[in-house]
């Protein structure tokens, strides 16, 4: 099993930042691709980003391209979405996501941290 623990949502105002922080623990952390999840009120989980094993590559949903940033530091057992310039469409439980293979869909995922919640103010 992999556990995984989100930090760093809150309440912003649009056009502001704000960084989410995903722990990982269990399994050997640097054998799994990473990824960001997010779930609107009423609306279904959709892919925010994602990050290959060795962090070479990543990938966005358009509509965060530009703004969003994915990273991951393997020692820490550590990933990281950077939110700049958030707008109000971008509030959402944030959900942190381990799988064996990228995964732009929530399908492919294996495991699920428990959300973290942003919200930004119009």
């Known amino acids: 099993q992999v556990q995984l623990v989100e930090s760093g949502g809150g309440l912003v105002q649009a056009g502001g930042s704000l960084r989410l922080s995903c722990a990982a623990s269990?399994?050997?952390?640097?054998?799994?691709?990473m990824g960001w999840f997010r779930q609107a009120p009423g609306k279904e989980r959709v892919f925010v980003a994602t990050i290959t094993w060795s962090g070479g590559s990543q990938y966005y949903r358009d509509s965060v391209k530009g703004r969003f940033t994915i990273s991951r530091d393997n020692a820490k057992n550590m990933v990281y979405l950077q939110m700049n310039n958030l707008k109000p469409e971008d509030t959402a439980v944030y959900y942190c996501a381990a799988s064996t293979r990228i995964a732009t869909t929530t399908s492919w995922v294996d495991y699920w941290g428990q959300g973290t919640q942003v919200t930004v103010s119009s």
């Open positions: 269990g399994r050997t952390f640097s054998s799994y691709a």
